[in-house]
């Protein structure tokens, strides 16, 4: 322990609040909370410590606090603190999205079902959240293939094939008692509540009418719809009559490493799990509960929450008004003993996959020793794409400690007049990026990687010096084949990568690049060849456009429709041009 820790430890006080450890560059390398900096955070140099807390400490070189009125208002701090600064030791669920619900547009003119990914409409009724959105869609292809409510978003003027199967009242050319929708959005609610049984009743006496009067056909059709409610029935391995929201965690710990599951129970029902594989930093209790706290931050906090420790259980208590219990005995502890043991389940794999994070690290302090720079922790990387200068973009990736970070990823449609110029395509993505950046105040990468050589870094160069950043840029420099031999960095030096892993890590980064720049570009090819199509065809307005490019994502697909389809979305001769049009491609 150095002079200067010895020194804040003295100083610390007996409060709430957060603490921010720092390097001996001055980088923040950890982010905490504590109901009790004083207590919490001479622990850190006062007790032996192990893994990947023990890593940390021999790090820092001094700490700061911030101290807050209470221990609840500390952790939202963190949270903010950690997805501001990226801290390389502390666990950030950079990429845990909101899981899926059911959306029920109950209240319009003609209802429908879809999947929402919030739920900021007021009007409609929500069920879920459901673990994925396969989950999701399963749920509603069969509530879709038994009630006959509209399955277009925009209605067409036409029937589609959905009335003609009598999976919809058809609205585009009936008028639907307001009645017969209010019994079928009943039904409905019945079904995502969990009351199914008067449906799998009604089901099965369709199948035997249908079968009676040998009109197998309509009987298999039935025999389908009720296959498929069973399969949802027989997911569900516990049920609460009560129909209340809960959520069952459990965690394993071993060898400085915690697996954490959550069972998922919404209106009564299991309907998935959730797990998390972590590293311990510092306190067990309080670790897990961060972890819990990230999680519910952008997922619904149900009304009931069971948890197998009391000292998680007592500091959840302070952060949601929602139930937290420690279940004793009974079915509510047979559910918690159920999360520990799929916990325990997860552990052994994911130990074995952990080992690729801490290779990741490893393999950036290497990438830094080569270029002779501190470890770039957080990287940026560009590539541009184009046809003959036609729909050019460009692409931005992030990774932070060698993880792709999807939700920082950018695509810049080419602005500049040249667009087959890669070089003045990469000025202006580069300028446009980080003009950004600067002027939000934004953190900056540690390391610009571009796809190409001394040209890209020059140009890259020269914009990061206009807008007076200081960030450390290296080239990807190709052979004869457009394959990746090496760097250089941005002194044009060309640096040979012997380490096979360091040249693989690399390669793997850039792929991921390219390939978000190529995609990227298909889709804006796709569209800008869609309405080059559509704009040639009378009877094509923006409406129909945007039905048929959402109905048809690419060419390809449209290309694959028969007339008789299109008919069903366009009057007959329009449909005949288009279905003639795209034969001649």
């Known amino acids: 322990m150095n002079e200067i820790i010895k020194k804040e430890i003295e ?28 207590k919490r955070v001479s622990q850190y140099f006062l007790r032996v410590q192990n893994g990947k807390t023990a890593a940390m400490v021999s790090h820092v070189d001094h700490f700061e606090t911030i101290i807050t009125s209470s221990e609840k208002e500390a952790l939202i701090l963190e ?27 109950s209240s319009i003119k003609d209802p429908y079902i879809s999947i929402a990914r919030n739920l900021k409409n007021k009007k409609s009724q929500y069920f879920g959240p459901y673990p994925s959105s396969n989950s999701a869609y399963e749920v509603i292809n069969t509530i879709n293939s038994i009630y006959p409510l509209r399955k277009c978003k925009n209605i067409p003027k036409s029937p589609c094939l959905y009335y003609h199967m009598h999976n919809c009242l058809g609205p585009c050319i009936n008028k639907i008692d307001n009645s017969e929708y209010q019994k079928i ?24 009418e249908y079968s009676l009067n040998l009109d197998y056909e309509n009987a298999l059709e039935y025999k389908k719809k009720l296959d498929s409610i069973l399969y949802i029935n027989e997911k569900q391995t516990v049920e ?7 959520d069952f965690i459990g965690f394993y710990n071993n060898e400085n490493y915690t697996s954490i599951t959550i069972l998922i129970y919404r209106k009564g029902l299991l ?10 930093v510092g306190d067990l209790s309080e670790f897990i509960s961060s972890i819990l706290f990230q999680y519910y931050q952008s997922n619904m906090v149900p009304k009931e929450i069971y948890v197998a420790n009391n000292e998680v259980k007592q500091v959840l208590e302070n952060y949601w008004k929602t139930t937290i219990k420690l279940p004793k005995q009974g079915k509510m502890l047979n559910i918690v003993a159920t999360a520990i043991e799929n916990a325990k389940e997860s552990f052994s794999t994911n130990l074995q996959l952990s080992t690729l994070k801490k290779s990741n690290l490893e393999l950036l302090e290497k990438l830094g020793k080569l270029l002779n720079i501190d470890t770039p922790l957080y990287i940026e990387l560009f590539d541009n794409s184009h046809l003959q200068g036609t729909n050019a973009i460009g692409a931005m990736v992030a990774f932070i400690n060698g993880e792709e970070v999807k939700k920082m990823n950018r695509k810049f449609n080419i602005e500049s007049y040249n667009k087959k110029d890669d070089l003045s395509s990469m000025k202006e993505v580069i300028h446009r990026r980080y003009s950004r950046v600067k002027k939000e105040n934004q953190r900056l990468p540690d390391l610009i990687i571009v796809d190409g050589g001394i040209n890209q870094i020059k140009v890259t160069k020269e914009v990061i010096k206009e807008l007076e950043l200081n960030i450390n840029i290296v080239g990807l420099v190709k052979n004869d084949k457009h394959q990746t031999r090496g760097l250089m960095d941005q002194n044009y030096n060309e640096i040979d990568i012997n380490d096979n892993e360091l040249f693989i890590f690399l390669s793997k980064m850039q792929d991921v690049v390219h390939r978000y720049a190529i ?18 065809i009378e009877g094509i307005g923006i409406k129909r456009k945007e039905m048929l490019i959402k109905k048809y994502p690419t060419l390809l697909d449209l290309k694959k429709v028969e007339l008789e389809e299109l008919k069903q979305y366009l009057p007959s001769k329009v449909a005949n041009n288009l279905y003639n049009k795209l034969k001649e491609l």
């Open 240 to 246: 609460f009559l009560d129909k209340i929201d809960r």
């Open 271 to 280: 309907i998935g799990r959730k797990n998390f594989f972590f590293e311990i």
């Open 185 to 208: 959005i009943d039904n409905i609610v019945s079904f995502l509540k969990g009351n199914n049984e008067e449906v799998i009743k009604e089901l099965k006496n369709k199948i035997n």
């Open 11 to 38: 100083l610390l006080k007996d409060n709430p609040g957060c603490y921010l450890m720092y390097n001996d560059k001055n980088e923040i390398i950890y982010i905490g909370k504590a109901k009790n900096l004083k």
């Open 79 to 105: 949270m903010n603190l950690i997805q501001k600064h990226h801290p390389r030791y502390n666990i950030l669920l950079m990429d845990d999205k909101h899981y899926p619900y059911i959306e029920l547009h």
């Open 519 to 536: 995609s990227t570009h298909i889709r804006k090819r796709n569209k800008s060849m869609f309405n080059s199509i559509f704009d040639d």
